[in-house]
C-alpha cells in the first residue's frame, strides 16, 4: 500500500520514454504421444474391456510382488510363515499367505451395465452421481481382489482405513477366515514408478541468458459460455499473459504476480467451454413445437449455439501470439466422451489454428504445434519435466469411491480438496492414472496396452477442474529404492535420486479465477486470482 | 506520435460518445504502448475531473498480495491444517511409505483485481501489499454491472481483427514471442466487424489518421498489405464491375478453395446479389449485420465488401446494441434457410434490379433449374426430392430420399410470386418468406 502514484508507472502523465519490448523465454516441449488413438478405421469398440485388467494385471504384478516380497519376506504370526500364493484361487483356509491382484470394489449406488440391461435402459447415460456408497447400508460395499483366476472377497478392519479403487493392483497379506473371506492384515501398492532425469528425453537447453526462471501456467475449467458475464475473469487472464498487467520495469520481490514474461507455456486442463453447446433435446422438442417451425431433420443449425467456441477460440488467437498452448479436452469439450478423449479438432478454432501444426502426413508423428490440443489424459515433457495430468475425472470418479463422510460428517465438505490431493498420490502410487477405466470411466477398449498404467513417474503430476487449489510434493521412498526393488522399470539411473511428484489439484477458473503457475527451476508454485471486487454497489 | 490527440480522442469517446475506453482498446485505437494507454487514461481522468469533479468514472486493477481472507473462503489449506481430521491416517500410505511427508509449503497467492473508482480505497484494504494500479477504463458512468467491459473487448476483437497482432504486438506492448511458428498456408478467416464500432471513427480527425486505423474514413482497411482501393469504390462502379467482388487478395485465395461444396454454389451466386446490395444507399445497421454472418459462414473472402455498409451502420451509436439481436435473429432465420436445400425457381430477380431503393432480403434462393417462359408457360426440369423405398440386402425396408430431375411445365407463377417484389418495399424479408412458405407445403403435400 506503500505505493505512491509519484513511483507508479501508470497512475502519471504519459511520457515520452521509450519502452523497450519484453520478450518471453522460450518454451522445451516434448509431448508424448501415449494416448492418442488409431484413428479412423483402426478405432474400434467391439472389443472386450476385460483384457484392459489383464494387461494392468500383467504389468503391475511383478512391480507390486517385488514391493511385497521385500517386506513380507519371512514375516511369520506364531510361528506361521507368510506364503507367497500365485493366484486367488490357490489361498486356503487358514493359511497366513499374501497374494496380488487387482482390487473391484462392488457398491450399492455404482451403476452397473447388467442392472440397466435388465431394466431396459439401454438409451441413457446414468446420471453422475456425487458417491457411489450407500452411507446407510455400508455392508453392501464389498471388496474384492480378483485375477484371472477369480475373486476373493477382502474384510478385515484394515480396509477401512485404506483407500482402495477399482483397477488398483494390489498385493495383500492375511488369512482366508471360515466365512471364505480374506482378512486382511496388511496391504502393499507397486509404488512410484521408475522418474526420469530431467532432460531425458530433450537436449538440456543452455542455460538461460535471461534473468529469472521460468514459470508454467496451469489453468483448467474456463467454462467459456459465451455470455458476457463469464468472461471478465478471462480478459484479465489474457490481459496477464500477454503482459498487460504487470509492470515490466518493476522487478518481482515476491510481493505479487511474478512477471508474465517468465511464463513459458500455457496448460489448459480440461472444460474449456461451460454450457453445452446443443440446445437440451427435451427443451429444443418444446421450443420447437411452439415455435411451430419447419420441421428440421439431422443437423439442426438453428439449435447449436456456436458462441462459446467463437469466444474461446479468439481468446486463444488473442494469446497465441505471444504464448504457446497446449489445450486438453475435458469432460464438457467438443471431444469424445470416453478417456483417452483426443484432443479437439483443430476446425473448431478458425482463428487459432493458424498456429496448429498441420495435418500430419501419413505415418509420421507431427511436430507439436505452437498450439497444441492434445488428448486428457496427457503426458509430456515440458521444460524438461515430465507432466501427467488429467481434466479431472479420473479424480473425481475414484473419490465416489472413498467414503470421506465418515471423518466429518459432509460428503461434500470443504475437506474434500485434502482427499483430492490424497487420491492423487494414491494414483501415482498404484501407478494407474486412471484406475476407474474401464469400470465407472468409460474408456476406450484397449487390446494391446494400458495406457493409464503409468510407465514413468511424472515430476508433475495434475488433475483439472478440481473445487479448489491444492498442492503437495510427494516423494518416493528412498530405502526400497535403493535396494533395487523397482525391477519392473529399473533403469542405470533411477537409484540416483529419490522421485519427488510435484502434485497439483487446479481450480476450475470459472469458479475461483485462479491460474497456477509452476516454477521451471525449484517446482514451486504460485496462484495468481482475477477477479472483481465486489463493492458496496453489489452487495448490497 | 499520436500522443498529442489522445485526449481529444478521450474526450469525443468518453464525454461525447459516452462510451467506454479501456487502455487496450485505447492503445490500439492510438496505436500506442499499453503502458502509455494507461498513463493516458490516467492523465484525462484526472484533469478532467479536476475540472469538474465526477465528470468520469475509471475502474482499476489492482495487482498484489491480499490478505488472507477469512479461513471459510481460503482455498489454500495447507497439508498441516486438515492433515489430521481428514485422514486420520491412512495406513497403507504409511507402510508402504515411512516418509509421508505432505510438504506443506506456502504458496504465495498474488491477486489481479478490477475495482470500481468508488471501492478503490476499501480494495486497497484487503491489500497486503500492492504492486501495481492502473486505470483499467474510463467511462462516464458509474458501471453498475463490470461484466459490461467485456463488450468493449469483444467489439476491440472485431474491430482490429485485421491487424496481425505478431505485427503490432509490439506497438502495444505485448510480450513478444520469438519461436512463434505459424503456419502461413492459412490466414485466420477475418471475422468482419459486424456492429463496427465506427463512432470512434465518425469522428474522423485529419490530424492523426496516419497513425490511426484509416477506418475513420469508413471503407479503408487498417491492414496496408491489402489493396485498399476497392473499398472506397464507390458502389456504381462496383456494379459495373463485378470482378471486383471477387478481388481476394492471393492470400484468400487458398481458403476458397476450401469451401465445402455446398457453399461454393453459394458462392457462384453471390456477386450478383452483392452488387444489387451495395448499390443500396439505405443500408441500414441489421441487414449488415446478418448479412455478415452469413458470409463467415459462407465465404471468406468478401468481408471487404461490408466496409461500406458498416460506415453507414455507425449513424446511431446505439444501433450496434440492438443490433446484436436483430442479429441472433437474423442469424436464425438464416440457418433455417442454409439448410433448405431445395431452391425456388425465382422469378424475381428483374424486378428487384428495377427498384434498387429496395432492402435486399436476407437471402435470395438462387435459380438452380433452367426455366423457360414461353407465352404463359414455364417449362422446364427442376430438382425434387423422391422418397424411395426399397429392401435392402439384409432384408430391411430403406427409406431414400433421392433427388431427381423431372421436366415440367406450368402456368406463369402464382400471383403471390409476381407481386411479391412490389409490395414488399417496406420488408424485404416477406421474399424469403414466401418461397419458405412454398417449400413447406410441398413437403407437407405428401
Redesign the interface.
Known sequence: ???GSAE?????????EE?A????A??SYNPLHTFQLPSGQDRHYQQQYGDMYFLRLAKLKPAVEE?AVETWEGFSIAGEHARRVERVLDVRQGELCWVAGTIYMDMPLKPNILDDLTKENFTLAPPPRPTYLDPTQPELTQIMLEDESGRLRLTGT?LR???LATGAIVAVLGTENSNGDFEVI????P?LARQPRRWERDEAPSPRKGTGNGKIAFVSGLGITGT??D??SL??LA??L???????S?N?D?????D??AITRLVIAGNSLGASMTVDPNENAAASKKKN????YG????AYNASPITQFD?FL??I?????VTLMAGASDPANFSLPQQGIHRAMF?????????PPAAGETPEP??FDSVTNPWEGDVEGWRLWGCSGQNVDDVLRYLD?AN??GLVEA??D???R??IM??ML?WRCGVPTAPDTIWSYPFQTHDPFVMQACPHIFFAGNQP???????????PLKLNGADTEMTGTDDSTSTPRVRLLSI?TFKD?G?LVLVDIETL??????????A???EQQ | MA?AD?KRYLAENVLNERRTVT??SLSRALRV????A???L??FHRTENSKRPQSVNATY??????KEPEP?TN???N?ED??G?????????S???????????T??????????E??LE??????E???????YSLQQT?L?D??????V??EL?SNHSQED??EY??Q????????????T?????V?APARTTTATTATSKPTIPSKRPSEASSQTKPEPKKEEGTGSEQPSTRESTPSTTSKPTEKSAPMKREKSNLFSSFAKAKPKQKKEESATPAESAEPSGAEDVFLDDASDEEPEELFPDSGKAASSADASRESRKEREEKL?KM??D??EDEEMPDAAEPPEESNPIDQPPPKQPEPQEEVTVQGGRRRGRRRVMKKKTRKDDEGYLVTVEEATWESFSEDEPAPPLKKKPVASAPKGKSAGKSG?GN??SF?SKK
Open positions: 500500500m506503500a505505493t507508479n508507472p501508470f497512475l502519471r502523465p504519459p511520457s515520452d519502452l519490448p519484453v520478450y518471453r522460450p518454451s514391493i484394515m482405513s485404506t483407500q496388511d496391504v502393499k501398492v509404488d458476457s458475464s468472461t471478465l480478459e484479465l490481459d496477464y500477454l503482459g498487460y498487467t504487470g509492470s515490466p518493476s518481482n515476491g510481493n505479487g504476480p511474478s508474465a514474461s417451425g419447419p420441421k428440421k443437423y439442426d443449425a438453428s479468439n488467437a488473442e497465441l501470439p505471444s504464448i504457446p478458425p482463428r487459432a489454428r493458424a498456429y496448429c501444426s498441420g504445434g505452437w470421506f471423518s466429518h470443504d475437506g480438496g485434502e482427499a490431493i490424497k498420490e494414491a502410487r479448489q487449489f491444492q498442492t503437495a510434493v510427494i516423494e518416493g521412498d528412498a481450480p475461483t485462479e514451486e508454485v504460485e496462484v495468481i486470482k482475477f477477479g472483481t471486487y463493492g458496496q454497489e | 500522443v489522445y487502455f487496450r504502448h499499453s503502458t502509455l494507461k498513463q493516458m490516467y492523465d486493477i489492482v495487482s498484489g498480495v491480499q471459510a482455498g489454500h489449506t497439508g486438515r492433515n481430521d481428514v485422514f486420520p491416517s491412512s495406513p497403507y500410505l507402510s508402504s511409505m515411512p516418509n509421508q511427508d505432505f510438504a506443506s509449503d504458496v504465495t497467492t498474488a491477486s489481479v483485481v478490477l475495482v470500481r468508488e471501492d476499501d480494495a486497497k484494504s484487503t491489500f501489499s500492492i504492486l501495481s494500479i492502473y486505470i458509474l453498475q463490470l461484466n459490461v467491459l467485456t463488450d473487448s469483444r476483437v497482432p505478431l504486438g509490439k502495444w506492448g505485448m510480450i513478444q514471442n520469438r519461436n512463434v511458428k505459424r503456419r498456408i492459412t490466414r485466420p478467416p471475422p436464425k440457418m433455417e442454409d439448410a419458405q417449400i413447406m413437403f
